[in-house]
C-alpha cells in the first residue's frame, strides 16, 4: 500500500517533468520553423541607436582592466571569509585569531605584491 502511493507520486512527477522536457522542445523547434530567413547586409549588421555603425565594434582593453577584475574578485572573496571569523570572534579561540592573522597577513602581502607591479596605475 505504501509503496504503491510513493509510485504514483512519482509517477505524477515524472509525467510533469517529462511534459516539460516536450514543450520546451516543441517551442524551439516552433521557433525555427516560424523565424524569418531572409538574412541580408543591413540586416546582419551592428544596430547602435539609429546610428551607423562606425568601425569595428570590438575594442581591445588594456590586461591592467582585467589584473583590477580579478583583483576586486579575490578582495571580495576574502570579505566572505573574514565576516563569519568577525561575528564569531569573542567564541573562538586564540587559534583561531591567529589563523585569522595570518590570512589578513597573506591578503597584505597580495596588495603590496599588485601595487609594487602597478596594478592600480592606469597611466601606463
Known amino acids: 500500500m505504501v ?6 507520486e512519482y509517477g505524477v512527477f515524472g509525467g510533469f517533468v517529462l511534459l516539460s522536457v516536450i514543450f520546451a522542445f516543441a517551442a524551439i523547434f516552433t521557433s525555427f ?3 524569418a530567413k531572409a538574412p541580408y547586409k543591413e540586416k546582419n549588421s551592428t544596430y547602435e541607436c539609429g546610428v551607423r555603425p562606425d568601425g569595428d565594434a570590438q575594442i581591445k582593453f588594456p590586461i591592467k582592466y582585467y589584473m583590477t577584475a580579478i ?3 579575490v578582495f571580495e572573496v576574502e570579505a566572505v571569509f573574514i565576516l563569519p571569523w568577525a561575528v ?3 567564541k573562538l579561540g586564540l587559534a583561531a585569531f ?3 592573522v595570518v590570512f589578513v597577513f597573506i591578503l597584505f602581502l597580495g596588495w603590496g605584491y599588485a601595487m ?3 596594478f ?3 597611466k601606463k
Open 98 to 100: 591567529v589563523s585569522g
Open 71 to 73: 583583483l576586486f574578485i
Open 88 to 90: 564569531y570572534f569573542k
Open 120 to 122: 592600480f596605475d592606469y
Open 116 to 118: 609594487k607591479r602597478d
Open 33 to 35: 520553423l516560424v523565424r
Open 3 to 8: 509503496k504503491q502511493m510513493y509510485i504514483e
